[in-house]
C-alpha cells in the first residue's frame, strides 16, 4: 500500500461512505467449515484467495470500505493450531494486503471508483474467547491486559497498511477505554462500534451516554456507533449517541435474523426483509449516520440495495 487515505478526511468530503457487509458468510455460501474458534480467521490458514474475491465483490457491490478478516486473528488463537507469534501476526498482516489487492484489483478495472479503505478489523477479547461473549462483556481483564491482547494486531495491522483502524463490537467499556489509549498510540483514525443490550446501553449495561462521552474530543476517532446488532435497534442507539456527542455515526447491524449465540446458529426466519437494511439508510443517515453497511448474515446484494439508496 503506498497511500493510506484518511478516513475522517473521507467523511468530510463526502455525505455517505458504505461499508461492506458479512466476510464469514459469505465465506461459508462458498464452502468454507466456519464452525471454528478461529471463525473466518481460520480461511487465512486455508483459502486466502477467497477472502481477497470476497473483498472485490463488496466493492463490485458499492461498498467504499472493507474490513479485514481480523475479527478473530489473534496470536493466542492461533496458537491453539500450533502457530507461533510471528507466524499468527503474519496471517494478521496477510488480512490486511488481501483486502487491499481487492481494492487495487477493483481499481484497475473501475479507475473512477475510489477513493476506496481497508479498514483494520479489531474484534473484542470476547471474540478470542468464542463463546457469545462478545455480545455481554461479561469478562473481566486489568488495563494493561486488554492492552498485552490488542496491541500486536493493531501493529500488524497498520504496520501492513490498513487505512483506520475498526474496533467493533465491543461489549465492555473498560476494553474500550483500554482501546482507545491504543489508538491513540497507533498513528491512525479509529472508529468505536458496540454490540448493544438495549437501545440505550451496550451489552456489558454501560449507557451509551458514556459511550459518547468517552469518544467525544478524542481526535483519532473518526465515527462512532454500532454493528451486529438486531435492525430495530440502530435508530434508538443512534439517537442517544446524537444527543451526547457530534462525532459522525457508524452503523452496521445484522440482516435481521437472530442468533443465539450460545448455540452458535441463527433463526432463519428475518424479522426484516433484506431490503430493510436499505429501508432503514435514510433514518441512520437523519439521526447522523456517515458510514452504514451490513453485518452478519448480509451479503453484496444487501451491500449493493444500501448503496444505491444511501
Given at each position: 500500500?503506498?497511500?493510506?487515505?484518511?478516513?475522517?478526511?473521507?467523511?468530510?468530503?463526502?455525505?455517505?461512505?458504505?461499508?461492506?457487509?458479512?466476510?464469514?458468510?459469505?465465506?461459508?455460501?462458498?464452502?468454507?467449515?466456519?464452525?471454528?474458534?478461529?471463525?473466518?480467521?481460520?480461511?487465512?490458514?486455508?483459502?486466502?484467495?477467497?477472502?481477497?474475491?470476497?473483498?472485490?465483490?463488496?466493492?463490485?457491490?458499492?461498498?467504499?470500505?472493507?474490513?479485514?478478516?481480523?475479527?478473530?486473528?489473534?496470536?493466542?488463537?492461533?496458537?491453539?493450531?500450533?502457530?507461533?507469534?510471528?507466524?499468527?501476526?503474519?496471517?494478521?498482516?496477510?488480512?490486511?494486503?488481501?483486502?487491499?489487492?481487492?481494492?487495487?484489483?477493483?481499481?484497475?478495472?473501475?479507475?473512477?471508483?475510489?477513493?476506496?479503505?481497508?479498514?483494520?478489523?479489531?474484534?473484542?477479547?470476547?471474540?478470542?474467547?468464542?463463546?457469545?461473549?462478545?455480545?455481554?462483556?461479561?469478562?473481566?481483564?486489568?488495563?494493561?491486559?486488554?492492552?498485552?491482547?490488542?496491541?500486536?494486531?493493531?501493529?500488524?495491522?497498520?504496520?501492513?497498511?490498513?487505512?483506520?483502524?475498526?474496533?467493533?463490537?465491543?461489549?465492555?467499556?473498560?476494553?474500550?477505554?483500554?482501546?482507545?489509549?491504543?489508538?491513540?498510540?497507533?498513528?491512525?483514525?479509529?472508529?468505536?462500534?458496540?454490540?448493544?443490550?438495549?437501545?440505550?446501553?451496550?451489552?456489558?449495561?454501560?449507557?451509551?451516554?458514556?459511550?459518547?462521552?468517552?469518544?467525544?474530543?478524542?481526535?483519532?476517532?473518526?465515527?462512532?456507533?454500532?454493528?451486529?446488532?438486531?435492525?430495530?435497534?440502530?435508530?434508538?442507539?443512534?439517537?442517544?449517541?446524537?444527543?451526547?456527542?457530534?462525532?459522525?455515526?457508524?452503523?452496521?447491524?445484522?440482516?435481521?435474523?437472530?442468533?443465539?449465540?450460545?448455540?452458535?446458529?441463527?433463526?432463519?426466519?428475518?424479522?426484516?426483509?433484506?431490503?430493510?437494511?436499505?429501508?432503514?439508510?435514510?433514518?441512520?443517515?437523519a439521526l447522523g449516520a456517515r458510514i452504514v453497511g451490513g453485518c452478519c448474515r448480509t451479503t453484496p446484494r444487501?451491500?449493493?440495495?444500501?448503496?444505491?439508496?444511501?
Amino acid at each position: 500500500m503506498t497511500h493510506r487515505e484518511s478516513l475522517s478526511g473521507l467523511i468530510a468530503r463526502r455525505a455517505a461512505l458504505v461499508s461492506d457487509g458479512a466476510l464469514a458468510t459469505e465465506l461459508e455460501a462458498r464452502g468454507c467449515d466456519l464452525n471454528d474458534s478461529l471463525w473466518s480467521a481460520k480461511v487465512l490458514l486455508e483459502k486466502p484467495a477467497l477472502i481477497r474475491q470476497v473483498h472485490r465483490d463488496y466493492f463490485a457491490a458499492g461498498a467504499d470500505i472493507a474490513t479485514t478478516a481480523s475479527y478473530q486473528a489473534t496470536p493466542q488463537g492461533f496458537a491453539a493450531r500450533g502457530l507461533g507469534r510471528e507466524e499468527a501476526l503474519g496471517l494478521v498482516a496477510l488480512s490486511a494486503r488481501l483486502a487491499d489487492e481487492a481494492r487495487q484489483e477493483y481499481l484497475a478495472d473501475h479507475p473512477d471508483a475510489g477513493p476506496l479503505l481497508v479498514g483494520g478489523s479489531v474484534g473484542p477479547y470476547g471474540a478470542y474467547l468464542a463463546d457469545g461473549s462478545e455480545y455481554r462483556g461479561d469478562y473481566a481483564l486489568t488495563p494493561g491486559e486488554f492492552e498485552d491482547f490488542h496491541a500486536p494486531r493493531i501493529a500488524a495491522l497498520v504496520d501492513a497498511g490498513a487505512d483506520f483502524l475498526a474496533f467493533e463490537t465491543l461489549p465492555s467499556f473498560a476494553e474500550a477505554k483500554a482501546l482507545m489509549e491504543l489508538g491513540r498510540a497507533s498513528g491512525v483514525d479509529t472508529w468505536f462500534s458496540f454490540s448493544l443490550r438495549d437501545g440505550g446501553h451496550i451489552s456489558d449495561g454501560t449507557p451509551l451516554a458514556n459511550v459518547a462521552q468517552l469518544v467525544d474530543g478524542q481526535a483519532h476517532v473518526a465515527a462512532v456507533g454500532v454493528n451486529c446488532v438486531p435492525l430495530n435497534l440502530v435508530g434508538p442507539a443512534l439517537a442517544v449517541l446524537r444527543r451526547h456527542t457530534d462525532k459522525p455515526l457508524v452503523a452496521y447491524p445484522n440482516s435481521g435474523e437472530s442468533y443465539d449465540p450460545t448455540t452458535k446458529t441463527w433463526n432463519e426466519v428475518r424479522t426484516a426483509a433484506p431490503s430493510s437494511l436499505a429501508g432503514s439508510a435514510g433514518e441512520w443517515l437523519a439521526l447522523g449516520a456517515r458510514i452504514v453497511g451490513g453485518c452478519c448474515r448480509t451479503t453484496p446484494r444487501d451491500i449493493a440495495h444500501l448503496a444505491a439508496h444511501a
